[in-house]
């Protein structure tokens, strides 16, 4: 009889694939979109805090973080002086890749025994950061401290399979929200919170000019290539 090899690619790889599989049929099962929700605003999280951290990166004041119960949510940004055209699609950008970015760091450190902790133990304390500095709605104030509590009591007090399925999973749900958010993406324009706004990648294609089209089409490859790196050093990685 065939068996696999704990530690194997083999085993890597049927993880991963769990992964994926749970992370595409959850919605549709009964109850699925309820196990699923706290992990919608997390990757809505993602999505803002890739817009709030590029905008400190690029010197503005991150203001605020709005998750609405839907899953969309915005991330507000000031500056004192009028920001470039450059400097606004930069900050557009930031959000649809900080999903992708984010579960290519976790999916890296899921291929070292050593962080699975610490990835575990960062990641819930950034959102519980987050939350005491940025986050000014109830939907976020109520999930994403259950979600960091989670993230903590999984670091400290779960078994091995746990941890390294914790960091697989998340790893895969960021690096599959550009699937999610593809209508979005492709989109020029959206409604957020009942209001009218431009997309990010429309609000790229105002500042540099190029059709928004492109723009997802340029994001969508920069996630696949960050995603795909990171799964195949995290595969082909001994022990």
Known sequence: MYSVRPGSQEEKIGR???AAVLVMVLPGLPLGNYLIYPFTILTTWFHEMGHGLTALALGLDFERLVIFPS?????ESSA?????SISSAL????????PAFAGALLILASSRHTMWRPALLVLAGVIALSVLIWVRSLTGLIVLPLVAAALAWVAW????????FALQFLGVLGAMSMFRDWDYLF???TVIGGRPM??????IEAG?????WLWAILIIAASAAMIGASLKYALNREG
């Open 208 to 212: 540099l000019f190029l059709p928004h």
């Open 16 to 18: 991963l694939i769990i």
């Open 187 to 189: 989109s020029e324009r």
């Open 157 to 164: 007090r779960g078994r091995d399979w746990l941890k390294l």
């Open 80 to 84: 004192r002086t009028e920001v470039s």
């Open 91 to 98: 900050i557009a950008a930031g959000g649809p890749i900080g």
């Open 198 to 203: 431009l997309s990010d990648t429309g609000a």
């Open 71 to 75: 899953g969309s949510g915005y991330a």
